[in-house]
């Protein structure tokens, strides 16, 4: 089973980077750029079949390593098809 | 006293670290290998700087997760002491030994520069040579020194007393917050350099004391920093508390 993990700065807290690429991008032709949010995606293939059991060891893997809660939130996806 | 430094694959003051506990000091120093599952009877244990596993996800992460680090939790546990330093503050706070999180600094630069830090406790074993209010001249030589916790939590850290150190200006005056701040320039959350643990025993702090505490470098405020924390434990093996581990 194929997964997709991702990790974005919590909306309260302040993300530098994002708002580097913001204004990056409002200075390079695109001023409708409204905001920008900076984060990281993580494509994971996991060996069981169960979408239960895969839901929950890819929130625990971002429990325990992928995200860093205090200030960062997460989403899991489960993804068809066995193309990587 | 017997130290340990830890060494992670990416560790860059550990030697530096090392020089200043058994050279300038004169204590007994060993290096605890990320690998390891014991500290070697260390009772004074530092994460040293650097960029340990490449800082990979985020910094401190992979680190925070090594063999080694379940040894320093069940260290600090017993009420051992542990000091991280930079990348060590860093892995303290994915170890959730320490409360909170770093950020990329604000500016997004690495920043390394001499910075001011004020001292608000000396009650620890690590300040006990520092007086309250004492202005230190510090380096910081990192890019996620931004320290950040939620406002709620802020308040409960600094009602536990448990900030140690805070970026001022040089006269020991608060810095002026926002970008562009000279005096707090990473954007640290309440201008917090270091803290400790609600035990007192574990501290982290962002500015690097080992890269100041020798006469020819030119500055000597780092120093005290492990003096105090070596004297503390001469005195607690005096009375009879060392070795616990």
Known sequence: ?84 | MRCGVVVFPGSNCDHDVYHVLKHVLDQEVSFLWHDEETLKGAELVVLPGGFAYGDYLRAGAMAALSPVMAAVKRHAEAGGLVLGICNGFQVLLEAKLLPGAMRRNQGLRFLCQDVYLKTERNDLPFTRDLAVGQVLRLPIAHAEGNYEDSAEHLDALEAARQVVFRYVQPDGSPAIGGEGDEWNPNGAARAIAGIVNAGGNVLGLMPHPERCAEEILGNTDGLKIFQSSVQFGAKVAMSGYGGRR
């Open chain 1, 1 to 84: 089973m194929r997964a997709r993990v991702t990790v974005y700065p919590r909306r309260e807290i302040l993300d530098p980077q994002g708002k580097a690429i913001e204004n990056a991008l409002r200075r390079v032709g695109f001023p409708g750029v409204q905001s920008v949010r900076a984060g990281k995606s993580f494509d994971i293939r996991l060996g069981t079949d169960d979408p239960q059991a895969a839901e929950g060891e890819l929130r625990a893997m971002c429990e325990k390593l992928l995200a860093n809660t205090v200030v960062e939130d997460f989403q899991v996806e489960l993804l068809n098809g066995d193309e990587p």
